[in-house]
């Protein structure tokens, strides 16, 4: 498990509240064992580029397999980036790199729930947990 996928599932969260929209957290060695074959055309990804090295390796096969599949694929990247569709974050150190990869998925969830007319401030299922 990777040190962003704390991030990944947070955000997911994020995505789901904010846009009311279906989003799952997936570690890129899991995405080969039942995920891949959600992928057809057009279907979006956002990954999180891994800082580490053999990880970085595994993310850019699995991107490929996505695109392969037809899947468009965002990628939330420090580095210079072929992909289609990249958002570049500055380049930190590791422990720092999953704060800069939130700004641009909390940017994301605000603004697809912006564009599905969701109420972002209040989503329909959060409730106030009130504790003793």
């Known amino acids: 498990m990777g040190g962003i996928f704390g991030l990944a599932c947070k955000k997911s969260a994020s995505g789901k509240e904010a846009a ?3 989003a799952e957290d997936i570690e890129t060695g899991e995405s080969r064992h039942g995920p ?3 992928v057809s055309n057009g279907y979006p990804i956002v990954m999180i ?3 580490e090295e053999d990880a970085k390796a ?3 096969k699995i991107a490929e ?3 392969d ?3 468009e694929v965002v990628k939330i990247t420090s580095e210079k980036d072929q992909a289609r569709h990249a958002i570049q974050i500055p380049s930190t150190i ?3 790199s999953p704060i800069a990869s939130a700004v641009p998925l909390q940017l994301l969830a605000y603004c697809l729930g912006v564009a599905r007319k969701q109420p972002i401030d209040k989503p329909r299922a959060l409730v106030k947990a009130i504790t003793a």
Do not use: C, E, H, R
């Open 20 to 22: 009311d929209l279906q």
């Open 36 to 38: 891949i074959t959600l």
């Open 49 to 51: 580029n891994p800082y």
């Open 58 to 60: 595994a993310s850019t």
């Open 65 to 67: 397999l996505i695109k």
């Open 69 to 71: 599949y037809g899947g």
């Open 94 to 96: 590791k422990y720092l």
